[in-house]
Every structure is written in structure tokens, then in C-alpha cells.
């Protein structure tokens, strides 16, 4: 989104002015308005980040470029939000690399359950050589990966009773993210997975539309799902990072220093997520259970991955060649 400080100069202003003196506005004052795209409310670790990361470049590109980031995903369904910013009419955004999978079909490993050993494994891996390789791919989509935010590990909640066993989970109609393979994912516990944006989530526990839903601590807490679904079963199935994402054609008007300045802002952006994250966690945790939520601990997680192992095995027979990258990620130290 850009508009020149030029065009908003009233007509007697510019009139008063030599046509030199106004070349040299027209171009000096040339302001780039970024408009950002992010689902969470203000206050959420992801929240706090991008708007340092707006005020970082603001200020650092002493207001040639000027990114507002609009929250709770006014500006479209995250699905609909990655192809506003591939197309250009967005300018940046924090995109779960779920919802990206059936966009940028490498990131789908991303989306395996059970993938990575913990969140500080995820980090070491997209802070590397796969974490680029990651980058190139979205880049190919038109999406500028500058740093990689985490969102912890996601387990099942839901209105009806703890999940202990893979069992428990038969016949409970769960809300997943828009990737097929989350369908898989339910389908080979025995529930019934229902995609559906993120948005929809409270009113449809609400009105038992669905049983249950699965995220991680402080979305289940900031999105209120608590409220409804009063069981939080600790499956940890799936840790799944994120990307301060710039759209390319906003990218590609930078001059190379403005790049390095934004660039920097988002991984500064990065190291405050990862840290307001942690402190989240265990804050989203002691607010839901007050409320009231029985958090159960999965005892046999084991069971859990047994039943998911063929959608690694299908999953390998769709794409082989990334059945090394999956090698690659497991091995990281
Ligand atoms: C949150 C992610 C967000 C997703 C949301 C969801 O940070 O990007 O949109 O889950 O479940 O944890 O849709």
C-alpha cells in the first residue's frame, strides 16, 4: 500500500511551490503505509512482538515506511489473509506454517504430528539450514520469511470429558485448523475433524456445533474456549511454527538498507515472541485452571503416535522427496 505524502498536499500549497521544490518532496517524502494481518487480540505474546516490529521499522526508516498491524483478524480468515499478502494486498502478517501447507506443500511437514521432540528443537530447526530452506519455498509463493515465531504445542480440548487414551476420542466432533492433514490426523483417533477459521471456534462449542477444538495454552485461553470446553488433555501433538511474513512485491520495493532494517526488526520481533511465549504459557495455564479446566497430563503419548504413523506413511508416498527433510528435522540436536 503505497500513497505519496505528495498527493495529499493541498492544491494552493503545491501551487505556491517551484516545480523543483516539489520534485524534491514528492520524492523525500515518500511514505510507505504497511498494512499487517494478525489473528490474535491485543496483548497476546504475537500481538506485542508485531507492533514492536512496527515501531522498530517506523522509526528506524525515520517514517519512510509505517506498518500498523490490525489484530484479531479483521482483516480476513488467516487462509484468505496468506493469499492477500501473496497477491500484495497485504504487506506483512504472522502466518501459522498450518494454514500455509496447502499453499506451500513443503511447509506441510511442518503439520506431521509428533514431529519435532520439543518447542526449543522447533526453534534450532527453523533458526538453521531448514528453516531457509523453509524461507526459499515460501518464497516461491511470493512470501518473505524474515524470522520464525513459535506457538508452543498444541493438545485437545473439548466440552465432554479428559482424553487419557486414543480411544477417548472416538465420536468427538473436533474443529482443526484448514489443512487436510489435521483431518487425517482426527480421523486416525476416531473423531470427526471439522475445519473451520478460527474465529468460528467459541460460538460453534458454544452451540455444540463442535466438541472440542485443539491449541496450545494461551490461544485456548485468549480465544475464551475455556469458557465452554472445560477439558484439556496434554497430547502435545503438534508444534508448529510461524513466520513474520512480508509480502514480495512490498519486499522488493525496499532499498537494501530499509531491507536490512526490517529484516532486523523482525528477528528482534522473533527473540520477544519466544520469550513473552514462555511466560504466556504458564500464565494461560494458571488463568484456565482457576476457571476451572481439568488439565490432564497424556501418560501414554506413545499411543497417540502409533495411531498417526500412516499419515507418515502416506505422507511419504505423496511427497518422497521429502522424506529426508523429515530425517533432517528428527536428527536435529
Ligand atoms: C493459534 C495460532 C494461529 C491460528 C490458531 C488457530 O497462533 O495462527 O490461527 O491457533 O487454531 O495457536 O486457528
Known amino acids: 500500500m503505497s500513497y505519496s505524502l505528495y498527493s495529499r498536499i493541498p492544491l494552493s500549497l503545491a501551487a505556491l511551490a517551484t516545480a523543483g521544490a516539489l520534485m524534491s518532496v514528492s520524492l523525500s517524502a515518500e511514505a510507505e503505509d504497511w ?33 500498523r498491524v490490525y489484530n484479531n483478524a479483521v482483516l480476513g480468515d488467516q487462509p484468505d489473509a496468506i493469499d492477500q499478502a501473496r497477491s500484495g494486498a497485504l504487506d506483512f502478517g504472522n502466518f501459522n506454517m498450518g494454514p500455509m501447507g496447502p499453499i506451500v506443500p513443503e511447509t506441510d511437514v511442518l503439520s506431521l504430528p509428533f514431529l519435532f521432540k520439543d518447542v526449543d528443537q522447533m526453534y534450532r530447526v527453523m533458526d538453521g539450514d531448514i528453516g531457509k530452506r523453509f524461507a526459499d519455498a515460501l518464497a516461491e509463493k511470493n512470501l518473505i520469511a524474515l524470522s520464525w515465531f513459535g506457538s508452543g504445542s498444541r493438545s485437545f480440548y473439548n466440552t465432554d470429558h479428559p482424553i487419557e487414551e486414543p480411544d477417548d476420542v472416538k465420536g468427538l466432533k473436533l474443529r482443526v485448523m484448514n489443512n487436510d492433514l489435521y483431518v487425517q490426523m482426527v480421523d486416525a483417533l476416531g473423531g470427526n475433524a471439522t475445519p473451520m477459521p478460527y474465529g468460528e471456534v467459541f460460538q460453534s462449542l458454544k452451540t455444540g456445533v463442535i466438541d472440542g477444538a485443539e491449541n496450545n495454552f494461551p490461544s485456548f485461553e485468549s480465544s475464551n474456549h475455556y469458557e465452554v470446553a472445560k477439558y484439556f488433555s496434554e497430547t502435545d501433538h503438534l508444534i508448529i511454527p510461524e513466520c513474520l511474513c512480508i509480502a514480495e512485491s512490498s519486499w522488493d520495493e525496499l532499498s537494501d538498507e530499509d531491507k536490512s532494517i526490517v529484516r532486523t526488526a523482525a528477528e528482534n520481533a522473533a527473540q520477544e515472541q519466544r520469550k513473552l511465549w514462555a511466560e504466556r504459557v504458564e500464565k494461560s495455564q494458571e488463568v484456565v485452571e482457576q476457571a476451572g479446566v481439568k488439565i490432564n497430563q497424556v501418560k501414554d503419548k506413545a499411543a497417540f503416535q502409533a495411531k498417526m504413523k500412516p499419515i507418515y506413511q502416506s505422507f511419504i508416498e505423496a511427497h518422497p522427496d521429502m522424506e529426508a527433510l523429515i530425517d533432517d528435522i528428527r536428527q536435529t540436536e
Do not use: C, Q
Not at 515501531?55 to 515506511?65: A, F, L, P, Q, Y
Open 35 to 67: 498494512r499487517g494481518w494478525n489473528v490474535h487480540p491485543d496483548g497476546y505474546p504475537n500481538s506485542l512482538a508485531l507492533k514492536s516490529f512496527a515501531d522498530e521499522v517506523s522509526e528506524k526508516t525515520d517514517g519512510r515506511i509505517n506498518p
